[in-house]
T-cell receptor, first 108, second 114 residues
């Protein structure tokens, strides 16, 4: 049983398309994190949120605490957005749980 | 500010050996967490240290251990290496004791066990 489920696992989009990645979780959380991992392994934290919505450039993250669901949106996608996007939650017991990631490829 | 650094970046060991990985957090950060990433299991939480104390531990055998020094630098040790320990080991630092604070990741140490 996975505490964090992500969909889709793989996503291919044309440059300029609007992209949505979904994350559902089953544990009580203190916060939800969206991470980006490029080939080679480096991970960057994109968002940390516990309610509502956050926006940074072309990226938007939303969370619905009641439904235990979060979405990451990328507007006007670009080939440099190609990466693996990982949803992670900080459990109320200080544990970290990770989704399996969504591999995004944006084609020029 | 310099980011999180990890050494070494790559390591090759044989079964039965032990290994020590090092992580230097961002200056001023007192929380360091360690993660293992494998193709099969994805990212998994190993443990977290804050002010030299292990605050939380994931579901890994006792062969995996760690410590944190007074300058917040952290090391993790894996003894009696197994083939399945081949993975990317990532550490992340955070500025506060609360685990839901933003984490800053290092580049990782890629361990290969032969």
């Amino acid at each position: 049983k996975n505490e964090v489920e992500q969909s889709p696992q793989n996503l291919t989009a044309q440059e300029g398309e609007f992209i949505t990645i979904n994350c559902s979780y089953s544990v009580g959380i203190s916060a939800l994190h969206w991470l980006q991992q490029h080939p080679g392994g480096g991970i960057v934290s994109l968002f940390m949120l516990s309610s509502g919505k956050k926006k940074h450039g072309r990226l938007i993250a939303t969370i619905n605490i009641q439904e235990k669901h979060s979405s990451l949106h990328i507007t006007a996608s670009h080939p440099r957005d190609s990466a693996v996007y990982i949803c992670a939650v900080s459990g109320t017991g200080n544990q970290f749980y990770f989704g399996t990631g969504t591999s995004l490829t944006v084609i020029p | 500010k310099a980011g999180v650094t990890q050494t070494p970046r790559y390591l090759i060991k044989t079964r039965g050996q032990q290994v020590t990985l090092s992580c230097s957090p961002i200056s001023g950060h007192r929380s360091v967490s360690w993660y293992q990433q494998t193709p099969g299991q994805g990212l998994q939480f190993l443990f977290e240290y804050f002010s030299e104390t292990q605050r939380n531990k994931g579901n890994f055998p006792g062969r995996f251990s760690g410590r944190q020094f007074s300058n917040s630098r952290s090391e993790m040790n894996v003894s009696t290496l197994e083939l399945g320990d081949s993975a990317l080991y990532l550490c992340a630092s955070s500025s506060t004791a609360r685990s839901y604070n933003e984490q800053f990741f290092g580049p990782g140490t890629r361990l290969t066990v032969l």
